[in-house]
């Protein structure tokens, strides 16, 4: 057998990495009309990706007219954020707070700066004359 050279007779395509047998009335088809017609045995109502319509976008760009990028059922990796040393220390004493407890129950200070016991001290002050800048979402 001789080998066969373009155009595809589907699509009229001059180059193709691989040129396939198609149906008699179309003998030579592209790599990609040839896999369709071996796959799903017919050529109707199908457009390979190098023939799809482009259109003119407002950019003055070509673009196709669709997305050719089908959406992968993988999930996409968890980006985590850096976190600042601060964000870090805050972290490492409510660990140590919550392994060590609080030791002295006695001093009624510590009971107010930890337990936010005191009444006239609003939710979003801390208890050494600063107030937080973002409120937490749990205070209203």
């Not at 799903?40 to 070509?62: A, F, T, V």
């Given at each position: ?20 047998t198609g149906p008699e009335s179309k003998p030579v088809l592209c790599n990609a009309c040839g896999s369709r017609y071996r796959k ?41 954020k850096k976190m600042t040393p601060m964000k870090r220390f805050q972290i490492q004493l409510l660990k140590m707070w919550k392994i ?41």
């Amino acid at each position: 057998m001789g080998r066969k050279c373009g155009p595809c007779f589907h699509w009229g395509i001059h180059f193709t990495p691989l040129w396939r047998t198609g149906p008699e009335s179309k003998p030579v088809l592209c790599n990609a009309c040839g896999s369709r017609y071996r796959k799903c045995g017919s050529l109707e109502d199908y457009l390979p990706n190098h023939c799809q319509p482009k259109y003119l976008d407002n950019r003055g760009k070509y673009r196709r007219l669709w997305n050719p990028k089908i959406p992968s059922r993988r999930r996409s990796p968890v980006v985590y954020k850096k976190m600042t040393p601060m964000k870090r220390f805050q972290i490492q004493l409510l660990k140590m707070w919550k392994i060590y407890g609080n030791q002295d129950e006695s001093s009624t200070q510590v009971v107010l700066l930890s337990n936010n016991v005191n009444n006239f001290i609003p939710s979003d002050e801390i208890g050494l004359g600063c107030a937080l800048l973002k409120p937490d979402a749990t205070s209203s």
